[in-house]
């Protein structure tokens, strides 16, 4: 029972982020080299879940400790506000801290033990991703509040993560590479943005200037457009310099599910109920981007690459759409579920009879 909820504190809807970031890496290392490595990925994919656990649990003991959960009472999702686990009594603030340690702790020893094999450089990404981890929103550097949080998320699940993933097929990363990760970085910052909208209230109230505090909910919704914009002509440019292969162009088919997603944010960015299907819709485009960008970019150093291509865009298509029915229903119930119940009507007493 515990170790479940403990599963649930780790926010595992999100979880498929750092596994879509690597996937891309290893698929660009393997285009790019022609060599797979497959227990270096199973190794790099699984610390990488590890670290993202690790991280998320933090940032919920730290947003704790500074009030932002606390002073936050309007979040409308399951995306947002944290996990709620320590609001709502279910764990304590040093359980959470003490897993979470724990997680990163079993992250950086895989890593350690992934760069025996790959190289040294595996060991810097290692750092960077364990000191944004504690730092980001913990005591004393406190980042995040100081309006770098969406930046340092992105940066690492962008350039970090994919250069992970293509360092442990490739033992080497060349600088150029990292035009291949921007994509990535783009719409994940777009997901941490979306979920900051609904926040802005306790933040704000609990000090943690974050991008959409300091900006406001309105200019934060252009910014959030800005980003998916940004995404899709990191695509293109990776593509024209020889980063991603041709076939990579596939992924901006997913670019109506964006466009939506920032019709949506710009509308209603300060009503967060009537935004919250932007949040389901920015984590699945991630997803689905992410996975159509991986299965181009390996089916490109396929022999027959048409065949992998559309077994694999098949495949991601199912899964995105899987995914997007579990996320939706979860927000739909958490919304009933938010929402009161209509006042009962008055009752009336029956009139008397009269004889």
Known sequence: MKAKVFLQATRPGFLSASIVCVLLGLAAGWYHTRQFDLLGAAGILVASVLMHAGADMMNDHDDSRNGA?????????????????????????AEVRRVALGLLAAGMVLLGLLALRAGPLLLLLAGIGLFTAIFCTGRPLCLASRGLGELIVGINFGPVLVAAGYYVQAHRFPVDALLASLPMMFLVMAILLVNELPDYAGDRAAGKRTLV???GREQA??????????????????????EL??????????????CKAAATVHRFADRPAEMSPASVQTIVN?????????????????????LPLIA??????????????????????F???????????????????RW
């Open 69 to 93: 959960d606390e002073a936050n009472h309007a979040y409308i999702s399951p995306f947002s506000g944290g996990s709620r686990m320590i609001q709502r009594g279910i764990l304590t603030a």
């Open 213 to 215: 505090v300091r900006l």
């Open 221 to 242: 919704s252009y910014g959030y457009i800005a980003l998916m914009a940004a995404s899709y002509l990191s695509i293109i440019a990776a593509v024209a310099e020889g």
């Open 245 to 258: 292969p041709t076939l990579a162009l596939v992924a901006l088919a997913t670019t109506p599910l964006a």
């Open 286 to 306: 991630h997803l689905l981007t992410g996975l159509l960008l991986s299965v181009a970019t390996f089916s490109a150093g396929a022999s027959l690459p048409l």
């Open 312 to 333: 694999g865009g098949a495949l991601a298509i199912l899964v995105a759409w899987r995914t997007y029915a579990a996320l939706d229903g979860m927000r739909r119930a």
């Open 335 to 353: 919304l009933v579920r938010s929402t009161p119940a209509p006042p009962s009507p008055p009752t009336i007493p029956p009139a008397r009879q």
